[in-house]
Every structure is written in C-alpha cells, then in structure tokens.
C-alpha cells in the first residue's frame, strides 16, 4: 500500500478510535484501519500524539487503546500526561497503566496504587477514605470522587458534608449527591452548608440543591442560618459530634515540635478553629480557639501545605484527640501548665491527659520485618537530604565541642598532614555522637523517627518509611552508633557542620569590628 500523508493517517486513526468507542474497549478491533495504520507506522505516533492532546474526555480511553493495541511505546510519555497529569477519567487512567505493561513498561507504582484504592471503594467507602481522595492530586480527585460516591450510600452523609468546601470545582457533584439522596437528613445537610457558605458559587449550588428536594417533596425547613439546627457538627454534646470536625497534622520539626489543627462549626454558627503547637519533650507549647471561616481555613490549609520542608496530613479527630492527649500527659509529667486554647477544646472536645499508644507506623509494618536490617539502616541517612528533615540536626554541647575541634585543626599553625586532620574531624564527630545520644535522646529521637514513619508510609513512600523506622529501632538496639547507625551519624555531622559555620561567622564579624583585615 502506497505510504499515507500525515492528515491521512490521523484521519484513519480518528476512525479507529471512533470504533472503539461506539464498540467499547472490549468490543471487536478496527481491523481495516489497523491494517493502514501498521502499514504506515512512520506516520503513526505523530498522529497519535495529535489524537491523543486534542480528543473529547469521553474519546481519550479510545485513543489510549488504540495505542496499546499497536504497542507504540513511544507515546507513552504523551499518554501519561493526558492520562495522569490531565483531568481524564478512570477508564483513561485504567487503560494507560494496561497500555504501559502491554509495551514493557512498567506504571508508575503511585498510579497503580491510586487505581487499586479506586477499585476497591464498592466494598465499603467511608469519611477516611474520602478525606485522603481530597487530598490527592486534581488529575485524581475528581474521577476518585466520582468513584466514592457511585459506591458510597445515604449512611456516608456526614462525610460527604465534610467534604463540601474542600475543593470548589467538585462542590457541584457532593451536592448533587447529596440531593439524589432525596430525604430529610439530607435536606438538612444542605441547609448545615448554606448556613456556613461564604462562597456566592456554592451559595447558588447549594440553592439548587434544595429546590430539587422540594420538587421530591421533602420537607425543607425555613430560616435564618444562625436558626438552623447544628447538632451535626457541635461540639457541644460531647465527642461523638467530632466525627464530622476535620482535623490535620504536620509533620515533627528538627527540635520535636509539630502543628495540629481541628477545625468544627459552633453550635451558634460560624466555625471555630483549634491551632496548637506540640513538642515531643515538654507537651502542648501553645494552643488557642479562635473564630474562622471555612474559606479562611481552607486558605490557612493550602498555605501550611505550600511550606515543602512541612508534610500536612489530613487525620481523624479521634487520632487528633490521642496526639493531644499524649501531648498534655507530657506537659503534666513535667509539670508546665496546660494551655488556655487546648483546655477550651478538651473540655466540649471530652479529652483528658493520657499517654499515647503504639506509633501509627506499627499498625502498617511489624518491628521485625526491618529491625537488624543493617541496609535499610545504612539508607536512612539519604532521608536526611529530603526537604521534610532539612530542619534535623543535633544540638548541645558535645555538637559544640565538635564544631570547636574542628575549628582547631583547620587552624591549627602545627605542620599536620591532610590525614591527621581528617582523623581529627572523624574523632571530634564520634565523640559528638556517643556523647549527645544518652539514652533520654535515643528514645527521643526514636520516637521522632516513628512519627516520620508513618506520616511518610500514609504518602505512599514506603521505602523512606521503612528506612525511617530501621534507624527508629536501631537507635535502642545498636550499641555503636558512629560506627553502625548511619542517620545518627549522618544528623550529628549535620550539627557540627551547622554549629561550625556559625562560629565562623561570629569570628568574621568579631574581626570586622576590631579591624583585623585576614590576608
């Protein structure tokens, strides 16, 4: 067959891919427009990519598949853009991961792993699931959301109403839902939203929404938002109504410290915020209540989340509750003063100072399948060099006796070769090590680790956190750490080097005020 033009060949491909859908993904081949397709490959991929970029939504699985079909893995790059960084629906995604392994190529685990939380929500979805599908990336969200809701029924309401606000591109399909569910608790559900919307779009949505019940002859009771019921979500009668208060975490700091954040409407109207400051040592450092609304959280929300040093989870207020109670018990034993701020919220929120259970990384990984694993161990310190530990580093004295001696032996006017200094330095790093990690900052440190652990293990980084809980056991198990445990090594080197340049600094601006001019 003579060779095709370029327009020739994307009109036998759009053809194609117009069979595909009207026969549907597992229906017959295009057998004809195959045959000049494979005729043509030089021109192929060309025209792929063109379908690919310019196709309807409702095409671009046709198009997907046609690729597989002709196992052209030279438009895999295109395809996983359209697919996973372009808002495409689920069956795109589905197929670009099967025209992947279809050309030898292996998916990206993160989008394998996205699909198989998909797929398994018609077993039961429930508000967790539905506060991490929020959280996920907007190429995501939407067609997971889809997903969640298609398998969700009327006893997820309170989740769903949590989840309106969010994100406002997927406010219209929760409302939506939420009227199909044609009752009176969801009547009131959308009367619970109006009554806190500060959003004109959503106000309208909202509106909408209503009137669709009325239509179904539900009831819709009339009045002025601060008049509407709000049982729902008041703290008031204890900490059952919690379950629909939205609660987050950030990650621990390099001294122990990490923000909490619950947010819940008053039972009067409006919403109340709960931000306090814990330290894995003293407690709750500081912690106040005061009036937000949902967009000013949500703002306050994307604006701690657009930190990259600080990891921010979205967590249950059951989970939330614990930390803080762990928090407090610290804050007791060593016999500081609780808070203002938290005491207001433990007192509607039903929480007392107790101490914390197991990490939450044991529930997703046994101390035995990583502890002795001396590999891991030896990876943990590449953690150090991602943005989430850039703030860990060691302190105290033997940091700064270290940062001294080594100030010495790069000044030192004796005649040492390169070598003695370097024993100098490994000398001075050992000592900062064995002396800074007691037992009190091993077990610190371990919990610190543990924390980590699961905060990254929730990310789906499950290599990082089964390094992270590697160094959190080995901490307490291996006697010499400069030798054998490289993030302890790796985290006091780290504060050397820091206590080191900050000497040097204080040096250089000592001699610029005596007028010392260095050659």
């Not at 053809?15 to 192929?44: H, Q, W, Y």
């Not at 208060?245 to 950030?250: D, E, H, I, L, Q």
């Not at 928090?327 to 919220?345: E, M, R, Y």
Request: contains cysteine; negative net charge; proline residues 3%.
């Amino acid at each position: 067959m003579k060779t095709k033009t370029n327009l020739d060949v994307l009109k036998v491909t759009r053809r194609a891919v117009s069979k595909i859908r009207s026969f549907g993904i597992d229906g017959p081949r295009p057998i004809e427009e195959l045959d000049v397709l494979f005729e043509n490959e030089t021109e192929v991929d060309d025209a792929l990519c063109v379908a690919l970029r310019e196709a309807n939504p409702s095409d671009i699985a046709a198009v997907i598949h046609l690729v597989s079909l002709m196992k052209r893995s030279a438009v895999l790059d295109v395809v996983c853009e359209v697919a996973f960084t372009h808002v495409a629906g689920l069956e795109a995604k589905r197929e670009a991961v099967a025209a992947m392994r279809r050309c030898d190529v292996e998916p990206d685990p993160d989008d394998v792993e996205k699909l198989a939380i998909i797929d398994a929500l018609e077993t039961g979805p429930d508000s967790g699931t539905l506060a991490m599908l929020m959280e996920w990336p907007l190429a995501w969200r939407g067609p997971a959301l889809d997903g969640w809701l298609t398998a969700a029924g009327a006893d997820q309401l309170s989740a769903v109403e949590i989840a309106i606000g969010i994100d406002s591109d997927l406010d219209a399909r929760l409302l939506d839902w939420v009227a199909a569910q044609g009752s009176s608790e969801a009547a009131e559900v959308l009367q619970r939203s109006l009554a806190s919307s500060d959003d004109r779009d959503r106000i309208k949505q909202i509106k909408k929404a209503l009137h669709r019940l009325r239509s179904q002859g539900i009831e819709v009771k009339e009045g002025a938002p601060g008049e509407i019921a709000d049982a729902t979500f008041s703290m008031a009668i204890g900490a059952e109504s919690l379950e629909d208060a939205r609660a987050y975490v950030t990650s621990i700091d390099g001294r122990g410290a990490r923000l909490v954040c619950v947010v819940w409407r008053a039972p009067n109207g409006g919403s109340r915020l709960l931000q306090a400051v814990i330290d894995d040592t003293c407690g709750v450092k500081s912690a106040e209540v005061v009036k937000v609304t949902r967009k000013g959280f949500r703002e306050h929300v994307e604006q701690i989340r657009a930190n990259p040093t600080v990891m921010l989870s979205q967590i249950s207020v059951q989970h939330v509750g614990a930390i803080l109670a762990d928090a407090a018990q610290k804050t007791v034993s060593v016999g500081g003063d609780l808070p203002a701020g938290f005491c207001t919220w433990a007192e509607v929120a039903g929480v007392e100072p107790t101490e914390g259970g197991p990490a939450d990384i044991y529930g997703h990984l046994a101390a035995t399948e990583v502890s002795a694993d001396s590999a891991l161990i030896e990876a943990s310190m590449t953690l150090l060099r991602g943005t989430f530990f850039q703030s860990w580093a060691l302190e105290g004295a033997p940091i700064d006796s270290a940062a001294e001696e080594i100030h010495q032996a790069e000044s030192s006017v004796l005649m040492i070769s390169d070598e003695q200094r370097r024993d100098r330095m490994q000398d001075a790093i050992r000592a900062a090590v064995e002396e800074s990690f007691d037992e009190g900052t091993r077990e610190v440190y371990r919990r610190r680790l543990e924390v980590m652990a699961g905060m990254l293990w929730d990310r789906g980084q499950h290599e990082e956190a089964r390094q992270a809980l590697a160094a959190a056991i080995g901490l307490t198990e291996i006697r010499d750490l400069f030798r054998n445990h490289a993030f302890a090594r790796a985290v006091a080197h780290r504060g050397v080097w820091l206590a080191y340049q900050d000497k040097q600094r204080e040096l250089l601006a000592e001699q610029q005020r005596s007028g010392i001019v260095q050659p």
